[in-house]
């Protein structure tokens, strides 16, 4: 019995004679009576508190003669516990080195009025956690122990001195847009998600068929960083806000079509120029302007802070994300590419497939994709590779993904080309990339 439930007084009795019977009730509470209440029922909002001892004497009467007096056991009141608390961590979507709050925007409220307290727990992938700095009503991690990939729990109880709420939790995932297909960056009107860090096979996995001889043997790679893909290959609409001008053969084909008919070096300098839109450093060396600008890497792409073209490594975990599908993101060509067998000999506009498990589109098909890397026909090791660049010179710049004017073969996942730097075809262009901080 808790102190605002309500008592009820059940009797029964007999009489010989057929008379009607009733009762009274004398309510006692730790051994004193509660005269004004003559009821079978006393509530306990008005008539007795924790800790007390009720009790109740029942006489029955049938009009003339009353019978003889019963007494209930004692019933002794108990603690009721504060209600459980409203909980949330902020911030809800964190990054790597943000702090973690987490609040009681509840609060619980006790029955008896007694003063309440909260008491906080929290752990970080499952293991228990004891580093955070708690007030009265929140608790704070701080954001140097607040890592990429980790699950956090904050887990709140509520106490009144003698019992304890139900445990109130909130979790939040660091860098949740990770893998999910969810934008988690925008630049220069482009839209990014982020793909994970990751270990997968590249190359000729059971995944693919007909397989050329440079996608052997399957190589496994570790990419040891989270990146941002562009979620589109970049349009012709895009690339003339940033560059000033639109190189594609089929510029009546409209702005959400993607850019074609670009160099090498023409993607690097728009990467240069939308990393220097950001703030950014740049991750390759140029020079020129135009059709005429040449340009060279400038260092490790993973290092550079700004916006590049993807690794062929990076490019096959982005399109495979995580699955052994022969294109990217389905086993079947239509569903996610614009080839041969569906283009009508033109190029479509980005985004009219479905996208893969990574929320990006046309990684197969549409147009092909320049990457980082020079070109290596033997460059895959069954020993594997982490973080690779490709290799370090050679005459070809490797491509990716398949194209609107080629057949299906191209689109597969682990399909490699290339062309040299300088080459522009109408079924070539490009996607950005960027190492996640």
Known sequence: MYTDDTLTARVSATDLDGDTISYTYDWYVDGFPRGSVSSATLDGTSYFDRDQGVYVVVTPTDGDDAGASVTSATVTVLNSAP????????????????DLTCSVTTASTDEDGDAISYSFGWDVDGTAYSGAADAATESVVDGGDV?????????????????????????????????????????????FVTVCAQTFDMGCTAGQSSCASDESPVMPVTLTNDY???????????????????PSSFSACGSTCPVEYVTWHQSAAFANAVSSAAGLSSCYTCSGSGTSVSCSVAGDPYVCTGYRLLTEAEWEGAARCGEDLLYAGSTSVDGVAWYDGNSSSTPHAVAGKSANACGLYDMSGSVFEWTQDWYGAGYYTSTGRTDPEGETSGSYMAYRGGGWALSA?????????????????????????????
């Not at 979620?231 to 001008?245: D, K, P, R, S």
């Not at 073969?409 to 901080?437: I, K, Q, V």
């Open 147 to 191: 890592d990429d990939g980790e699950t956090w729990t904050c887990e709140v109880v509520a106490g009144d001195g003698d019992g304890t709420s139900a445990t109130s939790a909130a979790s939040v995932a660091v860098g949740s847009g990770c893998g999910d297909g969810s934008v988690t960056l925008t630049a220069s009107g482009m839209d």
């Open 228 to 246: 941002y893909v562009s979620q589109t290959e970049i349009t012709q609409g895009e690339f003339l806000a940033v560059m000033g001008y639109n």
């Open 83 to 98: 209600s459980a608390p409203g909980v949330e961590i902020t911030p809800t979507e964190p990054e790597a080195g943000d």
């Open 409 to 437: 073969y191209f689109s597969r996942g682990a399909n490699r080309d290339w062309s040299p730097s300088t080459d522009r075809l109408n079924y070539l262009g490009l996607r950005l990339a960027r190492t996640a901080p």
